[in-house]
C-alpha cells in the first residue's frame, strides 16, 4: 500500500471515529444513537458527507460503508482533497495537480514551474510566483580573469583597449610593443628608416645590396717571419677585422739584427683569395723610407717593396719597428 493509501485510510478512520462522538446536524444525535431504521438527511451530515455523498437519505450502515470504502486501498500516488478548481466540492480521491501546491517565498518551498531552455542561458532567479527567469550569462558574471581581461573582452576585436585578431599577419599595427616577433614585414611594418635602408634590411647581409656585417670581429693576431730566414719579432701588437668580405690587417712589430738579404715578408691572418683584385697594397711606417706592405693572392703572404716596386730585404729593416696596415678582399 502506497503512503498516501495509507494517510488517506487513517484519515477516514479520524473521521469516523468524530462522527461516532459528535451530535448530528440539527437532531444533537451521534450515528450511534440513531435507531434501526433512522435516517439523516444531507444537510443534517458533517460536510465530507454532504451531498451525493452518499444519497440524500442515509442511513448509519451506509456511513460506516462509505468510510469503510474510502478507507481502502487507493490507486497510487492519489490524495483525499477537494476539487481542482471552479466551486467547493465534496472531497474525493484524486492526482495532485499543480494548483494544489503553494507558491514558494523565500523562507519556504512551494512549486515551480517547468520552462524551456534558451540557447546560452542559464537561470537568472525564480520569482515569488515560481516562474523561472532566464538570461544570457555577461562577461562580469564570470569570475578568474585576469587584471583587465575582462575589460578587453568586452571592447572591439583590434579595437581601442580590446585584443588584437590574429589574421595571418600583423600588416601594419598602430602602437604595439613587440616581443619575439616573427614575420613583421621591414617594407611596411617599421617606420622612421632612411632611403633604401629597408631594402637593404631585406638583402642577405654581405650580400649585394645588403648592408656589411661583422663576421669575426677584431682579433689579435701575431704575425711570423715568412722570408726564409727564421727571423723573431719582438714588441708584436697586431690585429684583423673582417667586415662582410673585407679584411683589415694592422699593426706594429720590431725587427731583429739582421744582415739577411732576402726580401722581407710576413704572414696574413686570411688566405687571400686566388683572384687579381685580391692583390692589395698598404702603407709601412718607420722604415725610414717608402715601403709597402702587399697582399699576394693565394698565400697566406704579404712582401714589402720600395716606392721602386723593388723588394725591401731583411737587413733593410734590420732593428726597425715598423708600422702596417693593409685591406684585401676575403674571397
Known sequence: MSNSAKLARLGFA?????????????QGLTINQLGAGSTLTGTELLPMYQGGNPAVTTTPSAIATYVLNHSSAQSANTVFAGPTGGSSAAP???????????TPTTSSLGGVEAINSLSNNWIAYIDSSGVPHQSQPAIGNISGWGTNVASALGNALNGSGGLIGYSGNLGTPTAVTLTNATGLPISTGVSGLGTNVASALGNAVNATG?????ATGCTSWTPTDQSGAGLTFTNVNAQYCQ?????????????????????????LPVAVPNQTY????????????????????????????????????????STKTISFMLIYPAS
Open 278 to 317: 685580391a692583390k692589395m697594397q698598404g702603407a709601412i711606417f718607420g722604415a725610414g723610407a717608402v715601403v709597402f706592405f702587399v697582399s699576394i693572392p693565394n698565400t697566406s703572404t704579404g712582401l714589402f717593396y720600395n716606392g721602386a716596386q723593388v723588394a725591401t730585404t731583411n737587413s733593410g729593416l
Open 14 to 26: 479520524v473521521a469516523a471515529l468524530l462522527l461516532a462522538a459528535l451530535p448530528a446536524f440539527g
Open 243 to 267: 667586415y662582410g668580405n673585407i679584411l683589415f690587417v694592422y699593426g706594429s712589430l720590431t725587427y731583429p739584427s739582421t744582415t739577411n738579404s732576402s726580401q722581407a715578408s710576413i704572414s
Open 210 to 214: 645588403g648592408v656589411v656585417g661583422v
Open 92 to 102: 474525493s480521491m484524486r492526482a495532485l495537480v499543480g494548483a494544489d501546491l503553494p
